[in-house]
């Protein structure tokens, strides 16, 4: 899978949107763009998708560059409870392999 | 409506013991991912498991460490003989139908496994 470079951290003021970005300059046609997150002490989750087009869902949405070389996940409005590592992930859809690739992540801090 | 379960969450062995940590799928998923995450770094992939096979264990470290995932039952992580650096928070995620690029994958709690 292609690989993706985001910042190590970012901060946000609670109840202000939130814009997190991620670099895939060497994505392929097939990749598809996904995001997870993972709160303290628990393991990731599932927060949205991509391909070309932006998303749209109940945690959050999905900005995709037209040259799909970035993307940027939109948390709307920061809660505390959005405080995690988000990981922005590239999977292609005709690659054998079955599971994620973690980078590092940004650790989103939501201040009060 | 059960999420992926993991036990024990908390796991302590002393050096050359084994550790087996349990994963169950959620309803109706046949496929499974074992992540270990070793303190302050991101989850990497061990092994992926379906029914009864192995289909890529890639990941998994050559010696002492082995999975399985029977007909009936969680699917198990074992590690024999550990060592510290086998200390870490290992992940099961479960997904349903043939993987692809849009079935998301569901995480359990994790087992953090202490090696003294």
Same mark, same amino acid.
């Given at each position: 899978?292609?690989?993706?470079t985001q910042p190590n951290s970012m901060e946000s003021n609670e109840e202000e949107p939130v814009h997190l970005p991620c670099n895939h300059s060497t994505i392929s046609g097939t990749d598809y763009i996904h995001w997870y997150r993972q709160l303290p002490s628990q393991g990731p989750e599932y927060v949205i998708h991509g391909l070309t087009s932006n998303v749209n869902n109940r945690m959050a949405s999905l900005a995709i560059a037209e040259d799909r070389k970035s993307s940027t996940l939109i948390l709307h409005r920061a809660t505390l409870r959005d405080?995690?590592?988000?990981?922005?992930?590239?999977?292609?859809?005709?690659?054998?392999?079955?599971?994620?690739?973690f980078g590092s992540g940004t650790q989103l801090t939501v201040l009060p | 409506n059960a999420g992926v379960m993991q036990n #024990?969450?908390?796991?302590?062995?002393?050096?050359?013991q084994e550790a087996r940590l349990r994963c169950s799928p959620m309803k109706g998923h046949s496929h499974v991912y074992w992540y270990r995450q070793l #303190?302050?770094?991101?989850l990497k992939f061990m092994v992926y498991l379906q029914k009864e096979n192995i289909i890529d264990e890639s990941g998994m470290p050559k010696e002492r460490f082995s999975a399985e995932f029977p007909k009936e039952g969680p699917s198990i992580l074992r590690i024999q003989q550990v060592v510290r650096g086998d200390s870490a928070a290992y992940f099961c995620a479960s997904s349903q139908g043939v993987?692809?690029?849009?079935?998301?994958?569901?995480f359990g709690p994790g087992t953090r496994l202490t090696v003294l």
């Open positions: 899978d292609a690989k993706t405080a995690a590592v988000y990981y922005c992930i590239l999977r292609d859809i005709q690659g054998s392999a079955r599971q994620l690739t | #024990p969450r908390h796991l302590v062995r002393r050096r050359g #303190p302050e770094e991101g993987p692809s690029s849009y079935n998301e994958q569901f």
